[in-house]
């Protein structure tokens, strides 16, 4: 399965988030986020594990009791149903991926 980018759909997600949904398979699907300076995802968690790649920028980040600042270059990997939170520090743009497959990405299907 391929997925073009001029096909691929973007939203913005809360003020200073924007979504790009890359696609699914059975066990997985992915998502390209790019986050104004700042922009908070509050604290929650999810069934999927989740592997993320920060392309630029960097993320005050909390995974569990762990915190810390991840810069462009820096991956992560979240656990099934551990909660995380992500700040932004400066644009920054990421990719999200997750297993299972989550009916909620992405986000605007809700």
Do not use: C
Request: charge should be negative.
């Amino acid at each position: 399965m391929f997925y073009q980018r001029e096909t691929m759909e973007s939203r913005a997600i809360v003020d200073g988030l924007v979504g790009t949904y890359l696609g699914s398979g059975e066990a997985m699907n992915a998502m390209h986020w790019v986050f104004q300076d700042k922009t908070a995802l509050p604290p929650h968690k999810h069934e999927a594990v989740q592997f993320g790649y920060i392309i630029r920028g960097a993320f005050d980040t909390v995974i569990g009791d762990e915190k810390q600042r991840l810069k462009a270059g820096d991956s992560y990997f979240i656990p099934p149903n551990v909660e995380h939170a992500f700040v932004a520090v400066g644009e920054t743009e990421a990719i999200d991926v997750f297993s299972p497959a989550r009916d909620d990405i992405p986000p605007w299907v809700r």
